[in-house]
């Protein structure tokens, strides 16, 4: 008997990353996977998002684990999109339990643009409220949102990081505040949301040349192997970056009975980047 026996789950940016980590990790579970991602780039971001194959690859995964997948390709910027891909999915399994709203980019270094920061903007705040808003009609009393902020939430603005990397540090600080705000309203209805704050994760969003340069601006094109020398300076931990795997498991406990009188909670994996950085305030 898994944790989420007949149980849906819908997590968008699953194509690949901590959103692929998520659906598999909740499919070992038992719940049958709603997975949602772009699958193509987007103007103003600086690296290659997903593809069609990497979405399949979920899919076979989260099937491997005895459950079903519905996949659909869709942009969560885009309202209108995330409504009809979370009405097939609950259309597909008759139900709909956990919300995982985790998609996101980062443009970062050069190639940025005003662009990066509307892109951003609609994928990371904009895609979250999308993501949340489409499927509140579907929920019931249990169910359990989990929305994915960022350590740079926790850190404050990034504004000299150009126009993405400012963006991406706005849109977080949004996210853990609708996280907060939300979370007593959908207490009426026995609804829990929560928001996972991780630092460096073992992804695309942080190997590429882009964030490279941002931890190595000493060089004009920084290799992941010298990147990586500087990624511990962002955690109290000496690690470079944890996995998605890591996030994962939080995500399972979230959506669980086991954190069934949690909710507006901002549950950091950051390898003590947060308590490094930010005095106690009593």
Known sequence: MGTFDNKV???SGAARGQGRSHAVA?????ANIIALDICADLDGNTYLLS???DLEETARLVEKEGVRAHTVIADVGERSEVRRAIAEGVAQFGRLDIVVANAGICPMGDGQSLQSWSDTVDTDLAG?????QASLPHLGDGASIIATGSLAAQLGSATNQGPGGSAYSLAKQLVARYVNDLAVQLAKKNIRINAVHPTNVNTDM??????????RPDLEHPTREEAEVAFPAMQA????????????????FLAS????????????IDAGGYVKSVPWKG
């Open 26 to 30: 909740l499919a070992a579970e038992g």
């Open 257 to 268: 009975d086991s954190a069934r009188y949690i909710t507006g909670s901002q549950l950091r």
């Open 51 to 53: 593809r069609p194959e």
């Open 206 to 215: 942080l190997h590429n040349e882009g964030m490279y340069r941002v931890f």
């Open 237 to 252: 931990m000496r690690v470079p970056y944890i996995e998605p795997k890591d996030v994962s498991e939080a995500v399972v």
């Open 9 to 11: 789950a819908i997590v």
């Open 128 to 132: 979250v409220f999308n993501v949340v």
